[in-house]
């Protein structure tokens, strides 16, 4: 890469040589890469035997899909010169964006809350839009403990599975109400986020990470083996629906259509999830505004920063901690409970690692402590990963290359820039460049 | 007693496995301080291509086990090792200097990559081979009938480990690439300065770590007598553990985490839950850090101010 770049720039032309001897090595790797898992396929027969067939056709249109893109990569690498370039943007146009920036918040507000008036009759974008804000109260959640306080959590989803199970069991072994049961899901779920936050109030960094990973995977194992309570891999089913405050949304006499003298339909129940999400989300982002103003908030982002010299000032970083970790894994529960009600039904299968990873990606990949970026991130990752449904095998393979194309793209986020927690006579944009992460 | 002989012979050999993966973590993790998420999945690549490799030695009539053994190993190592180098320079490298999730996340993107490639490569059945090494010894014959044996394979598993380890612990302490993965440890600035090649040295770490995967795939693989798409994530965790049980960046450490790891896992299924055993391993792990931050042979982290 050093090499184009300085050839680049002393002849000012295309280094034809350079290109092509680095596709053919691009090219070599990947013939040994794939020659054994993509040009021999092998099978268990029914009798147990291992059988083989080879693909040549296949390994050789993948070594020459690497050919031509390593090809291709190169000349877009010369169009775009080194990678540091920033190409300036004009003041008219950089004006007009700022702009638009400052309008995409109360648009995208709108536009959420229109989405079920708009989409009426489209079940599909219903459920997608209520996946989708699903992901982004996940966010928002986790984005208090990593984004706000620093702390490195991968274990996320075990607050999401505290949350669903509470609710399930609650609600199938008591007959609770839905309204009954969430707060009390987000409080089950927030004494689980100070469970975990003893054991790692003297961790840093890494450390912090696998055991809150590890923690993920003990709540996962428990749910699963814990037959007697939680079914174990079958799960709990007929988790009851939500009610609009004691009405429930079914074409029974008492149900909502019937109160109200109009024709029963179900989608009424779908559009009463996604505004019950969407006010849960907002909840959520609301929360977090005001308690990034107050002390603690302040607290959470001074522990990110620097945590001894937060200790110098005073702090008490044992409560800072275990505030960030339970009231993030309280948002967490409170989505989990949304998430078992809008199922019907919940297994261990929806907790694994791979959801707090994808919690984690769009924390990250939003630009962490940005609300409006953690939004954005997940329309992109879950609306995007909607796109590949076709596509079933290889979706989970594409949405890992987009995971390393963003990081590599973008490292510190969609949103470069948040707006400051507290500011002196003018409100500034801080780069991200600045905010510290994870040490904490 | 016997049974309890039995069971940390057993522990052993599943301890060796998870060393050999932790040495990979601990490697990465001393030398360009990221969690290298995707080296539990190199280590199923690595068991599917001793697979696939054992399967066309097989199919072209070769007969001779020991040969056949070494041939898969060294193919193993090499295809493998080429795969931790190309996930080095198309995820990490150009993270490098970036923030400290991003390469974290970007190797979480890759273990999600490598899981699929192999899913769909090579489809998502359990791939179970044949026995290639029998037999085995009776150490100890029981009076109530219950017998300490220790098999070949477990002889093999061990000894190939030992010998490893012997191999890599002089590659790191006398030779030139090992000065240079120890000044890089150091300080990575320092060591470029003086002449260290820290882009080939980090290279290096990823090639020596991933083939060290290959021969933990390899043996999982001779052991086990299956590999298939996912087992790469849990393998991975239970050596991450390991290496952060034994203080990651150290060498020694995360061997030692390995063998506790292992043992915890056996001797819990044998006397409590085989569904637990995962509980137990991570618990543990949970109560090391609480009173070890740096795991039992870290060293304490220096905070500067």
């Known amino acids: 890469m050093a090499a184009a770049s300085t050839s680049s720039k002393t002849t000012g032309g295309l280094d034809v040589a350079f290109i092509l001897k680095k596709s053919v090595i691009s090219a070599l790797v990947a013939l040994v890469l794939f020659s054994l898992m993509i040009g021999i396929r092998t099978e268990a027969g029914s009798d147990g035997q291992l059988t083989y067939w080879t693909r040549f056709g296949d390994l050789a249109a993948m070594v020459a899909t690497v050919f031509g893109g390593s090809i291709l990569i190169e000349l877009l690498r010369h169009w775009w010169g080194p990678v540091e370039t920033v190409r300036v943007v004009p003041p008219s146009a950089s004006k007009a964006l700022s702009l638009a920036g400052r309008a995409l918040v109360p648009v995208l507000l709108i536009f959420a809350f229109l989405v079920p008036v708009i989409f009426y009759n489209e079940r599909y974008i219903l459920d997608l839009g209520i996946l989708v804000l699903t992901y982004v109260m996940l966010g928002w959640g986790l984005n208090i403990v990593v984004g706000l306080a620093g702390l490195l959590d991968l274990g996320y989803v075990a607050f999401y599975a505290v949350g669903a199970y509470s609710y399930a069991l609650l609600a199938t072994t008591f007959g609770l109400s839905f309204w009954i049961c969430l707060p009390l899901a987000g409080i089950l779920a927030a004494f689980f986020g100070i469970l975990l936050g003893f054991p790692v109030l003297r961790l840093r960094g890494d450390y912090l990470a696998i055991v809150t990973l590890a923690f993920g995977e003990i709540i996962r194992l428990v749910l699963l083996n814990w037959q007697s309570l939680t079914g174990g891999p079958n799960g709990i089913s007929g988790i009851p629906r939500p009610t609009m405050f004691g009405i429930p949304l079914t074409p029974g006499d ?72 339970a009231i993030g894994a309280m948002f967490g529960g409170f989505a989990g409970a949304f998430f078992a009600t809008r199922q019907g039904f919940i297994s261990p299968e929806s907790f694994t690692f791979h959801e707090s990873a994808l919690v984690l990606a769009i924390v990250v990949l939003g630009g962490m402590g940005s609300q409006l970026g953690v939004a954005l991130a997940a329309v992109a990752l879950i609306g995007g990963f909607e796109l590949f449904r076709g596509l079933e095998q290889f979706r989970m393979l594409v949405f890992g290359m987009a995971m390393v194309l963003l990081m590599i793209w973008r490292p510190r986020g969609l949103i470069g820039h948040r707006a400051p927690t507290v500011y002196l006579e003018r409100n500034q944009a801080i780069s991200s460049d600045l905010v510290k992460e994870g040490h904490g | 007693m016997d049974y309890f002989a039995q069971q940390l012979i057993n522990g052993l050999v599943l301890g060796s496995i998870y060393g050999l993966i932790a040495i990979g973590y601990t490697m990465v993790y001393g030398i360009v301080g990221m969690i290298n998420f995707a080296h539990g999945d190199i280590f199923m690549i690595g068991g599917f291509i001793a697979l696939i490799t054992f399967l066309i030695l097989v199919s072209i009539g070769l007969t001779a086990v020991p040969l056949i053994l070494l041939l898969v190993l060294l193919v193993a190592m090499a295809v493998t090792s080429l795969y931790g180098w190309t996930i080095e320079r198309i995820a990490y490298r150009p993270l490098r200097h970036s923030f400290r999730l991003a390469p974290m996340l970007s190797a979480i993107g890759m273990s999600f990559v490598l899981t699929n490639f192999s899913q769909v490569a090579q489809g998502a059945r359990v791939k179970p081979v044949p026995p290639i090494i029998t037999g085995g010894y009776t150490l100890h014959e029981g009076v109530d009938g219950f017998s300490i044996r220790v098999s070949n394979i477990q002889i093999i598993v061990v000894i190939t480990t030992v010998v490893l380890l012997a191999l890599f612990t002089y590659l790191v302490a006398r030779t030139r690439l090992g000065r240079d993965m120890r000044a890089c440890e150091q300080d990575q600035k320092m060591a470029s300065l003086l002449g260290v090649d820290v882009d080939r040295t980090i290279s290096f770490t990823f090639v020596i770590g991933a083939a060290l995967a290959a021969v933990a795939g390899m043996m999982y693989l001779l052991y086990y007598g299956l590999v298939d798409f996912f087992m790469g994530f849990v393998a991975g965790i239970k050596a991450f553990t390991a290496a952060v049980l034994g203080g990651i960046g150290s060498l020694p450490g995360a061997m030692l985490g390995g063998l506790l790891i292992g043992l915890i896992e056996t001797l819990w299924s044998a006397y409590f839950s085989t569904e637990y055993k995962d509980v137990a391993a991570f618990s543990i792990l949970i109560v090391v850090l609480i009173f070890m931050p740096t795991g039992l042979l870290g060293r304490p982290e220096v905070e500067k101010v």
Do not use: Q
């Not at chain 1, 989608?267 to 609301?286: D, E, K, M, Q, S």
């Open chain 1, 254 to 325: 008492d149900g909502l259509a019937a109160l109200l003298h109009i024709e029963f339909s179900p989608t009424h129940r779908i559009v009463f999830l996604f505004y019950l999400i969407l006010v849960l989300a907002l909840i959520t982002n609301w929360a977090t505004i005001r308690l990034r103003r107050l002390p603690i908030g302040r607290a959470w982002e001074a522990l990110r920063e620097d945590e001894v010299a937060c200790r110098a000032l005073g702090i008490n970083t044992t409560t800072t901690k275990l505030t960030a970790f």
